[in-house]
């Protein structure tokens, strides 16, 4: 099973543009909205009020001529085209509208009276009252007035046309309408190349950010040569202060990881040097002992006393020879690689198994011949090896162990699984299987004692070869997956003998 790091989802580096142009739009919409009513109320009072004030003159000269003819007639000289003039005598309706074309006074119909009769009359005896209303007639809509003709001693409406006026608020309304759309889209097109003009530092910024958290902190040494630009790391602006502060904590980390890797390269030569010097008394130790035992006669408690201290001065050496391996694939990772035949290679290990440990089930499945990887074999039959082992140290006798060797063909890689109908690792232990000098003492059971250096030993040999291990258990299914590059088999990479690119162990 492939083990994968979880990248948290960054989000999208124009989401604050987008807010801003959201902002942006929103607020030149509202106040165009707003502006537009406001201008469109204003001019609907002010036009209505220049056409009270027509009426009002038409409605004295109506009255005027009126008075001077003293017969009644309603159809006064001078009115203005569309002018309205009626007149009530008691249940005596009579008048008409000067036509707009011929300018001739034509009749209205009785039909037209009932709007007018519904005009309030509670003024027409109030000095100086003057109150037009709307009037929905068969001629078209009216602003009439009601007034009382004292030289008749009747009810003289009159009245002027609204369609002029509806008609200039309309495109009145439709003008601010497009003044407004061409406001929000010029605005929108400003706005957008002001505010990505002013957001691109902190892109840049942003962008070294990225930079610094794809790289790899955890493998080798590191060397953090991203830096915001000088223009982008001035103190006083918003972007300037964060550009600064992130280039202080990047020479901070960088100074961190100088030192870590400092400390490291001490512990490593320390390690290899300890180990170095640890061999030769470890020989010596285990050969005095072995002579102790072959010449000299003990008591049984003696002698088994003599067996554990070789037992012991053996497991040390190994332990000693796994810790100079370890620093040694640290410093220089320095493998003889050659084509190998992933195949070929775990087919004769699992039958070396199945020969010294037959108290396991020992299988072996190639499901793709001729699957050849780039490799260093002594290194790679050691990581097969310790897989292996690990299988059969950590589960009791009668299981079996399955190596399975397959193809990738979505990633290109090939495939070793090591499969054990085991007790299973437990699951607090799982996340740590692959660090150093951890053991799986409550996790699977087994007698032989282990060092906990031999998967993480596995785990630096095969990311040292550009692959990846890991690691899935349940009881009685455990599976340890070995992925590595796969070649071509007519393929000869170039350098059979190299250094594969430093792994973190």
């Given at each position: 099973?492939s083990?994968?790091?979880?990248?948290?989802?960054?989000?999208?580096?124009?989401?604050?543009?987008?807010?801003?142009?959201?902002?942006?739009?929103?607020?030149?919409?509202?106040?165009?909205?707003?502006?537009?009513?406001?201008?469109?109320?204003?001019?609907?009072?002010?036009?209505?009020?220049?056409?009270?004030?027509?009426?009002?003159?038409?409605?004295?000269?109506a009255?005027?001529?009126?008075?001077?003819?003293?017969?009644?007639?309603?159809?006064?000289?001078?009115?203005?085209a569309?002018?309205?003039?009626?007149?009530?005598?008691?249940?005596?309706?009579?008048?008409?509208?000067?036509?707009?074309?011929?300018?001739e006074?034509?009749?209205?119909?009785?039909?037209?009276?009932?709007?007018?009769?519904?005009?309030?009359?509670?003024?027409?005896?109030?000095?100086?009252?003057?109150?037009?209303?709307?009037a929905?007639?068969?001629?078209?809509?009216?602003?009439?007035?009601?007034?009382?003709?004292?030289?008749?001693?009747?009810?003289?409406v009159?009245?002027?046309?609204?369609?002029?006026?509806?008609?200039?608020?309309?495109?009145?309304a439709?003008?601010?309408?497009?003044?407004?759309m061409?406001?929000?889209?010029?605005?929108?097109?400003?706005?957008s190349?002001?505010?990505?003009r002013?957001?691109?530092?902190?892109?840049?910024?942003?962008?070294?950010?990225?930079?610094?958290?794809?790289?790899?902190?955890?493998s080798?040494?590191?060397?953090?040569?991203?830096?915001?630009?000088?223009?982008?790391?001035?103190?006083?602006?918003?972007?300037?202060?964060?550009?600064?502060?992130?280039?202080?904590?990047?020479?901070?980390?960088?100074?961190?990881l100088?030192?870590?890797?400092?400390?490291?390269?001490?512990?490593?030569?320390?390690?290899?040097?300890?180990?170095?010097?640890?061999?030769?008394?470890?020989?010596?130790?285990?050969?005095?002992?072995?002579?102790?035992?072959?010449?000299?006669?003990?008591?049984?408690?003696?002698?088994?006393?003599?067996?554990?201290?070789?037992?012991?001065?053996?497991?040390?050496?190994?332990l000693?020879?796994?810790?100079?391996?370890?620093?040694?694939?640290?410093?220089?990772?320095?493998?003889?690689?050659?084509?190998l035949?992933?195949?070929?290679?775990?087919?004769?290990?699992?039958?070396?198994?199945?020969?010294?440990?037959?108290?396991?089930?020992w299988?072996?499945?190639?499901q793709?011949?001729?699957?050849?990887?780039?490799?260093?074999?002594?290194?790679?039959?050691?990581?097969?090896?310790?897989?292996?082992?690990?299988?059969?140290?950590?589960?009791?006798?009668?299981?079996?162990?399955t190596?399975?060797?397959?193809?990738?063909?979505d990633?290109?890689?090939?495939?070793?699984?090591v499969?054990?109908?085991?007790?299973?690792i437990?699951?607090?232990?799982?996340?740590?299987?692959?660090?150093?000098?951890?053991?799986?003492?409550?996790?699977?059971?087994?007698?032989?004692?282990?060092?906990?250096?031999?998967?993480?030993?596995?785990?630096?040999i095969?990311?040292?070869?550009g692959?990846?291990?890991?690691?899935?258990?349940?009881?009685?299914?455990?599976?340890?997956?070995?992925?590595?590059?796969?070649?071509?088999?007519?393929?000869?990479?170039?350098?059979?003998?190299?250094?594969?690119?430093?792994?973190?162990v």
């Amino acid at each position: 099973m492939s083990m994968f790091t979880t990248t948290p989802k960054v989000s999208s580096p124009h989401a604050l543009q987008r807010k801003l142009m959201i902002i942006l739009l929103t607020s030149v919409t509202a106040v165009s909205a707003l502006l537009g009513l406001l201008y469109n109320a204003g001019m609907r009072q002010t036009l209505m009020d220049q056409l009270g004030d027509q009426l009002k003159l038409t409605t004295e000269r109506a009255l005027n001529y009126s008075q001077e003819a003293g017969n009644g007639r309603i159809e006064a000289p001078g009115q203005s085209a569309g002018t309205l003039t009626a007149r009530f005598d008691r249940l005596v309706f009579v008048g008409g509208v000067l036509d707009k074309k011929t300018g001739e006074f034509k009749q209205l119909g009785q039909q037209d009276a009932i709007p007018m009769v519904q005009l309030p009359v509670s003024d027409l005896h109030t000095p100086g009252a003057f109150h037009p209303r709307r009037a929905n007639l068969t001629v078209g809509d009216y602003y009439l007035v009601a007034v009382q003709d004292a030289g008749t001693n009747t009810v003289l409406v009159v009245g002027l046309p609204l369609s002029d006026t509806d008609v200039a608020l309309r495109e009145m309304a439709w003008l601010t309408l497009f003044i407004a759309m061409i406001l929000i889209v010029g605005a929108g097109l400003a706005g957008s190349w002001l505010i990505s003009r002013s957001l691109a530092p902190l892109k840049r910024v942003a962008g070294v950010a990225a930079s610094v958290a794809d790289t790899d902190l955890d493998s080798g040494k590191v060397e953090l040569t991203q830096r915001v630009a000088e223009e982008d790391a001035t103190p006083g602006t918003e972007v300037g202060n964060v550009g600064y502060a992130l280039n202080a904590m990047i020479d901070n980390v960088s100074t961190a990881l100088t030192a870590r890797e400092k400390s490291q390269a001490q512990m490593r030569q320390f390690v290899a040097d300890a180990s170095h010097e640890l061999r030769t008394p470890l020989s010596s130790i285990r050969g005095y002992t072995e002579l102790l035992a072959a010449t000299e006669h003990f008591s049984p408690d003696g002698q088994r006393s003599v067996e554990r201290v070789l037992q012991q001065s053996h497991r040390m050496g190994s332990l000693v020879e796994n810790l100079l391996l370890l620093a040694r694939l640290d410093e220089a990772n320095a493998f003889r690689r050659t084509k190998l035949d992933l195949g070929l290679l775990t087919a004769d290990i699992t039958e070396d198994f199945k020969v010294t440990a037959d108290d396991h089930i020992w299988e072996f499945d190639c499901q793709d011949p001729q699957t050849f990887v780039y490799a260093d074999s002594s290194s790679l039959r050691r990581v097969i090896t310790n897989l292996l082992a690990n299988a059969r140290k950590h589960t009791s006798p009668g299981n079996t162990v399955t190596a399975t060797v397959r193809q990738d063909p979505d990633s290109n890689e090939a495939v070793l699984l090591v499969h054990d109908t085991g007790e299973g690792i437990d699951a607090d232990f799982l996340p740590t299987v692959f660090e150093r000098f951890t053991r799986a003492d409550k996790a699977r059971s087994g007698s032989d004692g282990t060092t906990g250096l031999g998967l993480p030993i596995a785990k630096s040999i095969v990311e040292a070869h550009g692959g990846s291990i890991s690691v899935r258990s349940v009881p009685g299914d455990t599976v340890f997956e070995v992925r590595l590059p796969l070649i071509d088999q007519d393929a000869e990479p170039a350098g059979s003998a190299g250094r594969s690119p430093k792994a973190s162990v």
